[in-house]
């Protein structure tokens, strides 16, 4: 079956650290991009971070930079979201998913966020 | 890019068309998609490109415009299209980042 899934989200202090896993399965994980994205309670959603196929490119919603870091391990089909210095507005669900990107060049096109996970549930509270 | 979306909440007669808005703050050509969020599960992709429809996904959802307006239309609503709708923008990226609207709730009347 293909599909991912999160794990590793808890309820953590403010100024902690957590680390997320999203495992893949069904599909080819290493010829993919992949992205994590969140959505705090009751609102709406928030790319956070995506990386290319090898893990030579990565991105960052500028509200991260810094504190979160995006990897992945090709030979383990997963993901991965080491989330420093947390705050209270980091509190939310994160999802994993994979993104369907062609590169040519210096050119980057676009389809979309074609699979999600379920989310795991991110609390940062003291 | 901000990305608003309209109205916050559509109710709709089963079997009526349901058109949902999302406005761009600057121009964003056609790179633009939709996803459908159902409670408890992650978004499903519906609509890249503005307007094409991505894989399974039922002829009734369509999505059309260009630049800062865009219109996603479901054709005749069914009880499990009820959700929340998204778009996201993708214009400029890298390194410029991702941004999705705060949703529209579709809801039976």
């Known amino acids: 079956e293909v599909q991912l899934v999160e794990s590793g989200g808890g309820l953590v202090q403010p100024g902690g650290s957590l680390r997320l896993s999203c495992a893949a399965s069904?599909?080819?994980?290493?010829?993919?991009?992949m992205s994590w994205a969140r959505q705090a309670p009751g609102k709406g959603l928030e790319w956070v971070a995506n990386i290319k196929e090898d893990g030579s490119e990565k991105y960052y919603v500028d509200s991260v930079k810094g504190r979160f870091i995006i990897s992945r391990d090709n030979a383990k089909n997963s993901l991965y979201l080491e989330m420093n210095s947390l705050r209270a507005e980091d509190t939310a669900v994160y999802y994993c998913?994979?993104?369907?990107?062609?590169?040519?060049?210096?050119?980057?096109?676009?389809?979309?966020?074609?699979?999600w996970g379920q989310g795991t549930t991110v609390a940062v509270s003291s | 890019i901000v990305m608003t979306q309209s109205p916050a909440t559509l109710s709709v007669f089963p079997g009526a068309r349901a058109t949902l808005s999302c406005r761009a703050s600057?121009?964003?050509?056609?790179?633009l998609a939709w996803y459908q969020q159902k409670p408890g599960q992650g978004p499903r992709l519906l609509i890249y490109?503005?307007?094409t429809r991505a894989t399974g996904i039922p002829d009734r959802f369509s999505g059309s415009g260009s630049g800062t307006e865009f219109t996603l239309t479901i054709s005749s609503l069914q009880s499990q299209d009820i959700a929340v709708y998204y778009c996201q923008q993708y214009n400029n990226w890298p390194p410029k980042p991702l941004t999705f609207g705060g949703g529209t709730k579709v809801e039976i009347k």
């Open positions: 600057q121009s964003v050509s056609s790179n």
């Open positions: 490109g503005a307007s």
């Open positions: 069904g599909f080819t994980f290493r010829s993919y991009w």
């Open positions: 998913a994979r993104e369907s990107i062609t590169v040519f060049g210096v050119a980057y096109y676009y389809y979309g966020m074609d699979l």
